[in-house]
């Protein structure tokens, strides 16, 4: 019985966890890719727009690889447990270019797809009071 135990510690040990998505970043490049992304005009709007407790902040989903240069990062909103995604974005090293991600795996350019007028929060025009 002593083994089995024995044997059953040792497993949990040497089973790997999952990397879950991280909002803090563990090294310089990753906290570099949040604040950058963190920083751009539509989540400082939305965030304005938004509950304090519903406010939506970059997750970073997967680091580069060999084969893939880039961070794939998510802005989401974390409420109830759950993380809803906003917006998708590659950041590709070393130049930190950031690509907007499609669903489809279309990737835009972040000036281009910001220049887009629509699901974009942008500064509303003003409104002349009736």
Same mark, same amino acid.
């Given at each position: 019985?002593?083994?089995?135990?024995?044997?059953?510690?040792?497993?949990?040990?040497?089973?790997?966890?999952?990397?879950?998505?991280?909002?803090?970043?563990?090294?310089?490049?990753?906290?570099?890719?949040?604040?950058?992304?963190?920083?751009?005009?539509?989540?400082?709007?939305?965030? !304005?727009?938004?509950?304090?407790?519903?406010?939506?902040?970059?997750?970073?989903?997967?680091? #580069?690889?060999?084969?893939?240069?880039?961070?794939?990062?998510?802005?989401?909103?974390?409420?109830?447990?759950?993380?809803?995604?906003?917006? !998708?974005?590659?950041?590709?090293? #070393?130049?930190?270019?950031?690509?907007?991600?499609?669903?489809?795996?279309?990737?835009? #350019?972040?000036?281009?797809?910001?220049?887009?007028?629509?699901?974009?929060?942008?500064?509303?025009?003003?409104?002349?009071?009736?």
């Amino acid at each position: 019985m002593r083994t089995l135990y024995l044997i059953l510690i040792i497993c949990s040990l040497t089973v790997g966890k999952a990397a879950a998505q991280d909002a803090v970043g563990t090294n310089s490049q990753e906290k570099k890719v949040l604040k950058l992304i963190n920083s751009l005009s539509e989540i400082i709007l939305s965030n !304005r727009e938004r509950p304090k407790n519903r406010q939506i902040t970059a997750y970073i989903e997967s680091t #580069p690889t060999p084969k893939q240069q880039y961070y794939a990062v998510s802005v989401c909103d974390d409420f109830a447990d759950r993380l809803f995604a906003y917006y !998708r974005f590659k950041i590709y090293l #070393p130049d930190y270019t950031i690509y907007y991600d499609f669903d489809s795996g279309k990737l835009v #350019p972040y000036k281009k797809w910001h220049q887009h007028p629509y699901g974009i929060y942008r500064t509303r025009p003003k409104t002349k009071a009736r």
